[in-house]
């Protein structure tokens, strides 16, 4: 999945969580909830601007892993 130079991700679909870094933060998120997440990050965006741009990079990449998930 393409990522800028500062965003990683790593899916292990066998212990079923994914790994999203951007930046200097990261997190390890459960592949069965990242709906959840993904709402989470998208109220966050919203109510501290000085985050904003990590907030949406997290969107983006847990929703192309949130794909992958469904095709599966």
């Known amino acids: 999945m393409p990522v ?3 965003e ?4 292990d679909w066998i212990g079923g969580n994914v790994l999203v ?3 200097d933060r990261s997190g ?3 592949i069965n909830d990242l709906e ?3 709402s989470f990050y998208r109220r966050q965006s919203g109510l501290t601007p000085k985050i904003k741009a990590i907030c949406d ?3 983006a990449l847990l929703e192309q892993v949130l794909k ?3 095709a599966r």
Do not use: F, M, Q
Request: aromatic share 10%; glycine share 4%.
């Open 4 to 6: 800028s130079p500062n």
């Open 8 to 11: 990683h991700v790593e899916i």
């Open 21 to 23: 870094r951007v930046g």
């Open 28 to 30: 390890r998120y459960p």
């Open 36 to 38: 959840t997440w993904i």
């Open 57 to 59: 990079a997290k969107v």
């Open 68 to 70: 992958l998930r469904d």
